[in-house]
T-cell receptor, first 113, second 112 residues
Framework: DVKVTQSSRYLVKRTGEKVFLECVQDMDHENMFWYRQDPGLGLRLIYFSYDVKMKEKGDIPEGYSVSREKKERFSLILESASTNQTSMYLC????????????FGQGTRLTVV | GNSVTQMEGPVTLSEEAFLTINCTYTATGYPSLFWYVQYPGEGLQLLLKATKADDKGSNKGFEATYRKETTSFHLEKGSVQVSDSAVYFCALRGANAGKSTFGDGTTLTVKP
C-alpha cells in the first residue's frame, strides 16, 4: 500500500522555536509538496520539490524553508515559529505528469503558543 | 494562471438525497481534473479523476464528467450516506505544472 508518512500528528511548540516537520514517502515519487490548511482558506502551497535538492516556492513561503536531501524525504522548517503559523500541515507526493494524482499524509496539527 | 472555483459550502443533506457539488476551472491547455475527499482528522485522498474531455470519473457511487465546453467538473452522487460526510476538493493539474491547483473545499454533512 502506498504511503506518505508525517512524523507527528500533533505538535505544540513555543514562539521563537525552530520547528522541523518531516515527511517520508515510499513510492519513489519525484514530486513532494507541503501545504497548510486553515478554515475558510482551503489548501495553500508553501513549497514543493521536483527532485532531490531542488525546491520551488509556493504561494506562501514566507517564514518557512524546506530541505530535500533524499528522494523519499521532504522536511519543512519553521525557522522561528510564530503564533500565526498555528495550522494543519499536509505533505503530499506525486509522480511527474499531469494525469497522476497526489498522495497525502495524515497531516500534522501544529500549535504555536 | 490556473484556478479552480468550487461551490461554497457548507452543504447539509438528508441521507439518500441527491448530491451535486459544482466545480469550474480556468487553465491553459488540457489539464487533468480530480476530486479529493478529506474525512475528519485525515489527509486528502483521491476520490476520482478524468484526464481528457468527456471522460467520466467514478468511484464509490460518485461521478464527475470533464466538460471542456463549460470548463466544469461537477461532482454528483445519487444517494448520499452519513459516511459521505467530509470535505470535498476539486483540483486540476496542467501539462506543464508539477503542482496541482485546488479549490477551497466544500464541507458536506449528511444527516440520518
Amino acid at each position: 500500500d502506498v504511503k506518505v508518512t508525517q512524523s507527528s500528528r500533533y505538535l505544540v511548540k513555543r514562539t521563537g522555536e525552530k520547528v522541523f516537520l518531516e515527511c517520508v514517502q515510499d513510492m519513489d515519487h519525484e514530486n513532494m509538496f507541503w501545504y497548510r490548511q486553515d478554515p475558510g482558506l482551503g489548501l495553500r502551497l508553501i513549497y514543493f520539490s521536483y527532485d532531490v535538492k531542488m525546491k520551488e516556492k509556493g504561494d506562501i513561503p514566507e517564514g518557512y524553508s524546506v530541505s530535500r536531501e533524499k528522494k523519499e524525504r521532504f522536511s519543512l522548517i519553521l525557522e522561528s515559529a510564530s503564533t500565526n503559523q498555528t495550522s494543519m500541515y499536509l505533505c503530499a507526493s506525486s509522480l511527474g505528469g499531469k494525469n497522476t494524482e497526489a498522495f497525502f499524509g495524515q497531516g500534522t496539527r501544529l500549535t504555536v503558543v | 494562471g490556473n484556478s479552480v472555483t468550487q461551490m461554497e459550502g457548507p452543504v447539509t443533506l438528508s441521507e439518500e438525497a441527491f448530491l451535486t457539488i459544482n466545480c469550474t476551472y480556468t487553465a491553459t491547455g488540457y489539464p487533468s481534473l480530480f476530486w479529493y475527499v478529506q474525512y475528519p482528522g485525515e489527509g486528502l485522498q483521491l476520490l476520482l479523476k478524468a484526464t481528457k474531455a468527456d471522460d467520466k470519473g467514478s468511484n464509490k457511487g460518485f461521478e464527475a464528467t470533464y466538460r471542456k465546453e463549460t470548463t466544469s467538473f461537477h461532482l454528483e452522487k445519487g444517494s448520499v450516506q452519513v459516511s459521505d460526510s467530509a470535505v470535498y476538493f476539486c483540483a486540476l493539474r496542467g501539462a506543464n505544472a508539477g503542482k496541482s491547483t485546488f479549490g477551497d473545499g466544500t464541507t458536506l454533512t449528511v444527516k440520518p
